[in-house]
């Protein structure tokens, strides 16, 4: 998946679950519950707890609180 992360169209490609941790973790630009939710699904994902489509819905949501959006466009 790739977020687009600002007006100018600055991308980012997030190919795996740790990626998206890290990010969630060291450089979200907001602090708050979607984030917060994220993160706690993508670890349970990491520790085969929950689907990954689960931990991936909850990045999403935080991706689109923080203000970034998905490229439709990738292939």
């Known amino acids: 998946m790739t977020l687009v992360l600002s007006p100018q169209g600055d991308k980012q490609k997030?190919?795996?679950i740790e990626q998206a941790d890290h990010w969630l973790r060291r450089k979200w630009p907001?602090?708050?519950r979607k984030?917060?939710?994220a993160i706690a699904l993508v670890?349970?994902?990491m520790?085969?707890?929950v689907p990954v489509a689960e931990a991936?819905?909850?990045f999403v949501s935080a991706a689109i609180?923080?203000?970034f959006r998905v490229d439709r466009k990738e292939g």
């Open 65 to 67: 609180t923080a203000g």
């Open 47 to 49: 520790n085969c707890l």
């Open 35 to 37: 984030r917060d939710a």
């Open 30 to 32: 907001l602090a708050d």
């Open 43 to 45: 670890e349970a994902a």
């Open 14 to 16: 997030f190919s795996t």
């Open 56 to 58: 991936r819905r909850a």
